[in-house]
C-alpha cells in the first residue's frame, strides 16, 4: 500500500464537503459529487490523484477532529477510535472547478449480496447510503503538482500498461483522459459485473480488455495475470501502473519484472486494499515497521 504512515499535510490541506448528488453508475459503483465552499483552493493533478476521505461515524453528523492543524495526524491517532473520523483513500475522478465541484466513484464491494447493508467497510456503506447535504471533510491537494499523482511515465517511454480492478478504475479513467494523442496504451481492469464497464474516453491508441470475475470462482481466480499470462506484448520502452488488491498487484509486478523483463523503475504498483484487512489494519502495520527501522537505524 502507498498509505503512508502519516499522509503530509502540505501541499495538502483540509476541506469541508457535503453530497451535491449521488449516482448509482452501475451494481458496483456510485459516483458522488461533492462540493463545498473554498473548493476554488482545491486543485487536482488529474492522472490517480489521490487525496484522503474523513467520514463520520455512524452516529455523528461531521467528522468531529481533535486538530485541524500541522499536528492533525498525531492528534488523530490518540482520539478514541470509536470517535476519531474514519480515514480512507480514495481518487478524484474528475474536478470542475467552474462549479466548484468534484467527483469520486466508490466501489460498493459487498453491495451485491443479501447483507448489503452491513457488508463491505465504513466507507463503502457510506457511499451505499449517501444523500445530498451528507457532510464529510477531504485532505486534498492544493497545488497541481503534488505527491499525490504517482503516474509519472518517464521520457522515452514507447508505451503504457495498466491493470486494476474497480477501486483503480477511476484512476485509470484520468490516466487514459490524460495521454497525449496516440499513445500506445494496452489496459486490463477486472470488473464484478458486466454493467460495471464505463465508457473511458482518451485520446490515446487503447485497447482496453474489461474482465468479468465469475462470482462462484472469484475467490480462487486471478482474471488480470490470466490475461497477463498470455498477452502479446508490444515492443520498445514500457511504463506500467498496476493498482487494485495487494496480492495481486504484487503477483502482476512480479510477472512483469521477472518474466517479461520490465525495468522495475518503469513499474509503478499501488495495493489500494488488501482481501482481510481494513485500511486501519493497513495503516498500524506501516505505523509499526516505520517504527521498528527507525528503532534500527539509531
Ligand atoms: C491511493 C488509493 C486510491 C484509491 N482510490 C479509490 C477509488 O477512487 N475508489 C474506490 O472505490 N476505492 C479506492 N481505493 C480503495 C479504497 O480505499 C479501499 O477499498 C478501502 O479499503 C475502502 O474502505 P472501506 O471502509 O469500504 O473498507 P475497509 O474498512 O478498509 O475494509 C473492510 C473489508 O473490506 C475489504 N475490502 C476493501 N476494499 C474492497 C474491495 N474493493 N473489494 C472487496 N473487498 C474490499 C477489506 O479487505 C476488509 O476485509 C483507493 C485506495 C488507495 C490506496
Known amino acids: 500500500m502507498t498509505t503512508t504512515a502519516a499522509p503530509a499535510a502540505a501541499p495538502?490541506?483540509?476541506?469541508?464537503v457535503h453530497v451535491v448528488r449521488a449516482r448509482r453508475l452501475s451494481t458496483s459503483?456510485?459516483?458522488?459529487?461533492?462540493g463545498g465552499e473554498r473548493l476554488d483552493a482545491l486543485v487536482s493533478g488529474g492522472r490517480d490523484q489521490r487525496f484522503k476521505v474523513f467520514l463520520p461515524?455512524?452516529?455523528?453528523t461531521v467528522p468531529v477532529f481533535a486538530d485541524m492543524g500541522d499536528g492533525w495526524y498525531t492528534a488523530w491517532r490518540a482520539q478514541d477510535p470509536a470517535e476519531r473520523p474514519v480515514m480512507r483513500s480514495y481518487t478524484i475522478r474528475e474536478q470542475r472547478p467552474e462549479t466548484g465541484e468534484f467527483d469520486v466513484d466508490f466501489a460498493l464491494h459487498g453491495?451485491?449480496?443479501?447483507?448489503?447493508?452491513?457488508?463491505?467497510?465504513?466507507?463503502?456503506r457510506w457511499a451505499a447510503g449517501a444523500r445530498p447535504g451528507d457532510r464529510l471533510t477531504v485532505l486534498a491537494p492544493a497545488v497541481e503538482d503534488?505527491?499525490?499523482?504517482?503516474?509519472?511515465?518517464?521520457?522515452?517511454t514507447d508505451w503504457i500498461l495498466l491493470t486494476g480492478d474497480e477501486t483503480a478504475l477511476p484512476a485509470i479513467a484520468g490516466i487514459l483522459s490524460w495521454l497525449s494523442p496516440g499513445t500506445r496504451a494496452k489496459v486490463w481492469i477486472e470488473i464484478g459485473h458486466e454493467d460495471d464497464r464505463q465508457q473511458l474516453p482518451t485520446f490515446a491508441d487503447a485497447?482496453?480488455?474489461?474482465?468479468?470475475?465469475?462470482?462462484?470462482?472469484?475467490?480462487?481466480t486471478e482474471p488480470v495475470q490470466d490475461a497477463l499470462r498470455t498477452a502479446e506484448l508490444p515492443g520498445g520502452k514500457p511504463y506500467a501502473w498496476i493498482a487494485g488488491e495487494?496480492?495481486?498487484?504484487?503477483?502482476?509486478?512480479?510477472?512483469?519484472?521477472g518474466e517479461r523483463g520490465f525495468d522495475r523503475r518503469a513499474v509503478k504498483f499501488t495495493g489500494?486494499?488488501?482481501?482481510?484487512?481494513t485500511e486501519e489494519e493497513l495503516l498500524a502495520e506501516l505505523t509499526a515497521a516505520a517504527a521498528k527501522s527507525t528503532r534500527q537505524a539509531a
Open 111 to 124: 453491495a451485491d449480496g443479501p447483507a448489503a447493508a452491513v457488508a463491505g467497510g465504513p466507507a463503502s
Open 29 to 34: 459503483m456510485v459516483r458522488i459529487t461533492f
Open 57 to 60: 461515524q455512524p452516529h455523528q
Open 246 to 257: 495487494a496480492g495481486t498487484v504484487k503477483a502482476v509486478r512480479r510477472h512483469l519484472v
Open 207 to 220: 485497447e482496453i480488455t474489461w474482465l468479468v470475475r465469475d462470482p462462484a470462482t472469484a475467490a480462487r
Open 12 to 16: 495538502y490541506r483540509f476541506f469541508d
Open 146 to 156: 503534488n505527491g499525490g499523482v504517482d503516474f509519472r511515465p518517464p521520457p522515452g
Open 272 to 277: 489500494y486494499w488488501r482481501r482481510g484487512a
